[in-house]
């Protein structure tokens, strides 16, 4: 039990965090090679031993290892991005698009460059789900641009999204995903219609399962 000597040295104990129990023979065997390393360490000149030494100190071993893990890393999270995230435009650059929703009400915003339609809708309360989170893996951000001609001032939809459409409810010749729309002045006026209703299918409903 070399390796649990040579972690006492470094003022920590060798207990799982969960249960508390020592470690065994076997699970000290990463420990091992780390103590070697630091031994290697010790003969470089500069820093590079107290270095080693404060990761140690500093790792707190308590709260290591969850079965033969010893050494896991500790993240932290964040929580999921939420759409809706949208830029403030600058006073006269305002882009100006409107979206229709199922009732026919019409909701009239001033946008800024590059916002796509999905977080416009979402950052304004409308009904608008993106199920996949904006990653063009799903159809419920499908709208119908009103005018041929502004549909044409967009650049063409990509493979993923021509596929992700075929799966939309109420698929018209002008529909698009909201996720893949993103605002240009020459946008400018834009008219979007929200379909009647979606329909969730991913992309991953189709992934083959193993």
Known sequence: MAAARGLCRHGLQPLTQSTGQRLSTG??????SILRQSRLLSNVPGGSHQL????????????LTHGSSILSRSFSSTSKLLHGHITKPKPGEEI?????????????????????????????DLEMEGACGGSCACSTCHVIVES?????KMPEPDDDENDMLDL??????????????????ELDGLVVTLPSMTRNLQASDFAEKK
């Open 148 to 152: 041929p001609d502004m549909y044409d």
């Open 168 to 185: 939309a409810f109420g698929l018209t010749e002008t529909s698009r995903l909201g996720c893949q729309v993103k605002m240009t002045p």
């Open 96 to 124: 100006k698009v409107t979206f229709i929703d199922k009732d026919g009400e019409r909701h009239d915003f001033e946008v800024a460059e590059g916002d796509n339609l999905l977080d416009i809708a979402q950052a304004n």
């Open 52 to 63: 080693f030494r404060s990761v140690l100190r500093t790792s707190k071993y308590q709260q």
């Open 27 to 32: 699970q000290y065997a990463p420990l091992k």
